[in-house]
């Protein structure tokens, strides 16, 4: 198979990261990177640690559909800020016109995520193509492989919200109030730098945001209810990863089984003793860990953002949509020591 794709949002962190996975992916064979910005500029300019893997490429303003239909399969990944893919995937459907239907479509940001429009509002507020909100799959392998099978359109989660429904997926239908404290690095917030998330305001800082209110948490109440998770996000002080701590009232012994039954059924999650984002950051796994005083029982993760909170997830979702092994092109160890 021959997977012919178009990258929307080529300068920002969800295309370079893609860019760096697709190059060891076998079955990707011609890759176009779109982007806003008009003078066309090298791949290796906007992403430099692509040097010698994409030489000679240029970014384009626009999709060459002729390119994206030679191949076995059309793909176009979205890696645009929030709110943008919902204005133009219209657009690009009817600028496509029948072969649209062919197209498999990724999308990165958080537009196609929420099913509920309330929800989308209260968090994003008003959307630009509603009606083909329920056209997407939500694309967590984890806990959605059989609805993603076939799937054409794929909403991938936020990096938090991948880690927080696992997380709360090993204590299933154990504990009725899970509180959660969870500390991210400053590419999680894309890379246009702001007065909060610069790199340099933050490196040798730690700070609460949205504290109980984050946008993420819209998606696991999507999946297992309003108000079981109580959510704190701390802003941390290193550029890639996501580290979270659980805790609830719940019977170790059920939260161990629902840990090794995932585990054993999902080739990207390894139970560990302990959880580091040392040994995750770089690759699409997530290591997880369960503890107990007794009392409660916490549980603890990390992953990569960048990777299995969105650039490797979209490839692991999409291997499964194409009928494809899921570690298809992802098959890779963490970069440690980092």
Known sequence: ?????????????????????????????????????????????????????????????????????????????????????????????????????????????????????????????????????????????????????????????????????????????????????????????GVNPSATTHHPTRVNDVRPYKVLNHQHLAEVDQRFGPGRLHFTPLSGPFARGIFLAFTAEAEERVCRQNLISLTAQNPFLRHVEVPRLATVVGSNFIELAVATNGTATTVTLALDNLVKGMAGQAIQALNIALGLPETEGLWRPARFPG
């Open 1 to 189: 198979m021959k997977i012919h794709a178009a990258i929307l949002g080529g300068s920002g962190y969800g295309a370079g990261e893609l860019l760096t996975w697709l190059p060891g992916h076998p079955h990707f064979a011609d890759v176009q990177v779109i982007s806003r910005n008009e003078d066309e500029p090298l791949i290796e300019d906007l992403h430099p640690h692509l040097r010698g893997f994409w030489s000679g490429e240029r970014v384009a303003s626009k999709i060459d559909f002729s390119r994206l239909l030679a191949g076995d399969q059309a793909v176009i990944f979205g890696a645009m800020p929030h709110g943008q893919f919902q204005k133009q995937l219209p657009n690009l459907m009817q600028e496509a016109g029948s072969a649209a239907e062919e197209f498999y479509f990724v999308d990165l940001s958080a537009d196609y995520r929420l099913q509920d429009l309330d929800l989308v509002e209260k968090y994003y507020g008003s959307h630009a193509s509603p009606d083909l909100i329920p056209t997407f799959a939500y694309g967590l392998p984890e806990l959605d492989r059989e609805g993603l099978v076939g799937a054409q359109r794929i909403a991938c989660p936020g990096c938090f919200a991948t880690g927080l429904q696992i997380g709360m997926a090993i204590y299933g239908s154990e504990a009725r109030f899970v509180s959660a404290v969870g500390i991210t690095g400053s590419t999680g917030s």
